[in-house]
């Protein structure tokens, strides 16, 4: 199971034949599928799929497979992405003082929970510059405030390019990115702290708090110019009790944002998601 | 544990001296105490407690309680409710075209989950009439429309006080009472097909299919003027996948709203719950 | 969505091109596939496979599939089930005392939470005779001691094949199958009132109660000869604290012994389980 | 709320009075108590409370407290803790390998999520040296074979003792304490990699998968003589699919025990675990 693999996302109006002509696609090119499945959104009238296979006696060189694929999506009107396994993701964190996400998504990067790299963190506070360190990735002290904040973008998608990033990370980045932003480098993960759609933007568990929920949670979901709408990936709850005052829903909401966003930037980078619409299919 | 017990739900500003002069009060009566929580909400300053106690060889009768408490409580400037155990609240059940709150609190009562009678059933659709007396309890249809909204409305107060009601549980009932409704008989607990406040109001399973939550919840609430803004008892939630459409959805939630009603209806029948504000303390 | 499927369970040592044979095999035929998903367990080396499609515009008459898709799988070593989705199962449900179980189900199937025909109960106890009949089904009262258990078993079968079931449901009955019963009729689901494999056997909560557990469960499993030991096809949890005595434990058991053992029935009648070994996949 | 505070954790036999004598003998010297919560355990005719106040005003100098509650205990027959708030507990981590657990104790503890000094972290390899450095504390290898683990216990012990430890805490401390270890020094916490009772003893996760459960757990636990049979202060579970495979369960698991283990010492250094038989009263 350590061999290379292959896997493609395919989403396309649904039709007869598809799940055939993709699985004869690797068969005829003598490629060994180990996971394959396939969701049919009857609503929409979609049909999306994951399908992963292993590369060694795959008759197509890795180069061609992209194009070979395209002639078989072009006429379905497919989107789709090709990921090859051995193809380490480079990403950047972003954050602001509060340290339990960004420890633990670089705890889990040496447990070797994900697989990828990460070489540069960029925050707006020099809160975090030690651990950062201790963990032998630059660090980026870039402040914001209102009057600078399109110039220190500006910053940001430089250092983005510059380290060759292919998916930011905001774990607890307290920050709204511009609509300039995100779409110039849409590929971008946040962790809310709270479960969507409820409490949607600022303080969130002083919120819940206020409103009197017995239970709190967390939403991972990929950032768009709307905030806190974008597709969710993961969501997570505890349960709470009036015992329970802010600090301590904080306190209990760190445990839910570190399970939560690492559960998605794994999905993520393991590519089992697939954004359709506001919607994502999480092929577990 | 089966002897007749009386509970006290009290509220007051905190200050030194409050948990041993209840105590006092009970133990120089002969009393024996089977239950004693006490919460401190130190934001607003109260002292929230739940007492109760054993009624054998407690000197005082039952009608004195009630008088000799309140000398206690006055100078406490605290707000109180006397119960006793076996006095058996009577349950009016609101519903609509729905069956399975319904079911399921009928069955509960019959297997003695809760005590309490249940001797009217009213329903502004006539479905679920054979249910009803199915079980020996009379079935009122009184059906609602724009127009004659308070006038049966009206009707439905009548029948409230006629049986001599102590709660109204609205199971699935699709209407929203009046604010004169709630005035004139505020014992009310519904049950909210989402995990508020999100998708509050109309439709949640398709507002939570639409938005493509990964979590789908239910939330018991007393019922005030404001729409689903009622203080929460009682909140439990379901993990859904991409692959779970509306008809899952509510299928899935049907037994969240079973179950988060029902604890709901046993903790309030139960005497645990204090309200203040717009929160509760739930002594589990 | 609504139109009626055909649906195939595959099991076989995992090679190259299952996944286009099986397609290929449906679209070959005209069928357009809704539901395909697939786990190769690396393990044991086998390849696991659930795929449905819409019967409209599929060439092969419905009594010809079987045949056709048999001489694929032969050379494949495959063990297969072929299910249509407008057949429709019959169940008989074995009950002793407890009621909330039955109850449960027979709600369910008039709510057409899954499809099936329960024409009959079956009870070591008199005691769910009533309930039985106001659901129109029929009811049999075998009792059994340990002396007459042989003979009432050979009674049970015997209905079980007039009945002509193809699936018996313990509902909460609290004798245990002889290995003769199980080999003569293997399709049995049962429900297990703890978190197998803590508490086998009997009263499982005094044992969890004794132990002192914070957190009961529930288990759904196939029968087999070996005491709850049998494939797991659904597990859930409720959290419990040290006020919950066992009748507590009981009430709350309730809830997830219904819940449990109702997914449990609706996956399998979907045709959504495989077994292999002593485990299951569970196509969701 | 931030004022220093007393706690009484107190078992006795059930009488009338109790709560009065306890709440009096507090609020005649002059203590405002902010928490107090109260069990009766009928089975074991236990009355089991948990007691806490605030110190200023408090007439009794501290070192009073002790011998003026005892002349209220005495007679009562009843088993006592008392302890101070501003008291810093002081606790030994045991460690092998595994770092995730230790991990999460010293990020938590920096965090000040709990109120504790760890001077030391004891292993039998020496793989988290450097991790240890990295937070300060002082790390000692003591190595266990068959042959040295009674003399290696000594000098277990023998650091307990100079570091002046309140609590051992078995941050996935992969060796089975010797009875005489745990008999002379009897605050231990561990946490176990499974819903004890199921999967007691080695390799949790493998006989989870073999047994084809759909949830994992962990467990934490005061330590006794007998292997994973002490009294549980915390569980929790996550679930699986036929998609885990062991190396998944491992990784999954680690979540549980981070957060189980947490919650248990938090929950114990807060004074609030009341022991009694194999039991847990957790006043949360």
């Known amino acids: 199971m350590e061999n290379t693999t292959a896997s493609l996302l395919v989403s396309c109006p649904d039709k007869k034949g598809l799940v055939a002509k993709i ?7 003598g ?12 609503e929409s009238g979609l049909f999306l799929t994951r399908i992963e296979w292993q590369l060694d006696d795959f008759n197509l060189p890795r180069d061609l497979i992209a194009p070979a694929f395209s002639s078989i999506a072009q006429p379905l009107q497919a989107k789709w992405e090709l990921h090859f396994s051995d193809s380490i993701p480079r990403i950047a964190i972003f954050v602001s003082k509060q340290e339990h996400c960004l420890l633990d998504l670089l705890w ?8 990828a790299e ?3 963190i960029i925050s707006n506070h020099p809160n975090l510059k030690d651990i950062t360190e201790q963990f032998d990735i630059d660090f980026h002290h870039i402040p914001i405030t209102k009057a600078t904040k399109i110039e220190q973008e500006k910053k940001q998608l430089e250092l983005v390019d510059k380290y060759n990033i292919d998916l930011v990370v905001l774990a607890k980045y ?11 480098f849409p590929q971008i993960i946040n962790i809310h702290h709270s479960f969507l759609p409820a409490f949607i933007g600022a303080n969130p568990y002083h919120k819940a708090y206020e409103r009197g929920v017995k239970i709190i949670g967390a939403t991972s979901h990929y950032v ?3 905030l806190d709408a974008g597709s969710i990936i993961e969501q997570d709850v505890v349960k709470i009790s009036h015992r329970d005052n802010v600090v301590d829903l904080i306190r209990k909401g760190k445990d839910l944002e570190r399970i939560v966003l690492a559960r998605a930037v794994r999905l993520h ?16």
Request: charged fraction near 20%; aromatic fraction near 12%.
């Open 108 to 115: 889990r990067h040496r447990a070797k929970e994900f697989v």
């Open 174 to 184: 307290m920050q709204i990115l511009s609509n300039d932003f995100v779409a110039q």
């Open 118 to 120: 990460i070489p540069v």
């Open 269 to 284: 980078l393991n590519n089992r998601v697939l954004v359709y619409g506001n919607r994502t299919v999480v092929f577990e």
């Open 23 to 29: 699985a004869n696609f690797i068969y005829s090119n």
């Open 224 to 226: 768009t110019a709307d």
């Open 31 to 42: 490629g060994n599928i180990i996971h394959a499945d396939q969701h049919t959104d009857f």
